[in-house]
């Protein structure tokens, strides 16, 4: 099955502690992207790479961090840092070749203890 | 910076239609996107513009206008598992990045 893969569904942090979301695709597509979802908002750019070993800060980068080591995977660390968390990641690739257009995975519920 | 505003709410009765407005002030254009997301899930790929006018696709058409910044999602013969929520994005340079409005709910009732 192609597609993109986030786990885990839902994640509990607790204060202080830094947790990692992970986002893999088999699509083969070279952009990736982080979103944050608040309730009954829109997205907001969190990261995103145009390619391996490259990646820029998008709207709300204060407090997170990322990798890409490969093609595949793009993990966003949720630091301590970040003081309100909680909220739905999105993870995101982008197909540019025929018709372009941005798929999503499915998701990771982030809450806070 | 990017400026995109659409409709926060929007009601219509089944088997009816409804138009959906999206305006954008972009430094540059490179493509409009509009996705439908139900409560609680991931946003799912509708439709793409890119050129002026109108794209079909079965119950759903979406048109643009460039000129305009201005697009619209239409949903004909509406069905109650439309109910959701409509984000219109814009890519607005030579990377890979978008830009999305903040979504609009559209209830369908009986």
């Known amino acids: 099955d192609g597609g993109i893969t986030q786990s885990p569904k839902y994640l509990f942090r607790k204060e202080g502690q830094n947790v990692t979301l992970s986002c893999e695709q088999n699509?083969?597509?070279?952009?990736m992207y982080w979103y944050r979802q608040d309730p009954g908002q829109g997205l907001r750019l969190i990261y995103y790479?145009?390619?391996?070993?490259?990646?820029q800060k998008g709207d709300i980068a204060e407090g997170y961090s990322v990798s890409r080591e490969k093609k595949e995977s793009f993990p966003l660390t949720v630091t301590s840092a970040q003081k309100n968390p909680t909220a739905f990641y999105l993870c995101?690739?982008?197909?540019?070749?025929?018709?372009?257009?941005?798929?999503f995975g499915p998701g990771t519920r982030l809450l806070v203890l | 910076g990017q400026n995109i505003d659409q409709p926060t709410e929007m009601t219509a009765t089944e088997g009816a239609i409804v138009q959906i407005n999206c305006t954008y002030q972009?430094?540059?254009?490179?493509?409009l996107f509009w996705y439908q997301q139900h409560a609680g899930e991931a946003p799912t790929f509708l439709s793409y513009?890119?050129?002026?006018g109108l794209e079909e696709k079965g119950r759903f058409s979406s048109f643009l206008s460039r000129s305009k910044g201005y697009s619209y999602l239409l949903l004909k013969e509406l069905q109650m598992k439309d109910s959701a929520s409509y984000l219109c994005?814009?890519?607005?340079?030579?990377?890979?990045?978008?830009?999305f409005g903040a979504g609009t709910t559209v209830t369908v009732r009986a």
């Open positions: 994005a814009v890519r607005d340079g030579s990377d890979y990045k978008l830009s």
């Open positions: 699509l083969n597509h070279d952009a």
């Open positions: 995101a690739t982008y197909r540019d070749r025929g018709r372009e257009t941005q798929y």
């Open positions: 790479s145009q390619i391996v070993n490259d990646f």
């Open positions: 972009t430094s540059g254009f490179n493509g």
């Open positions: 513009n890119v050129l002026d």
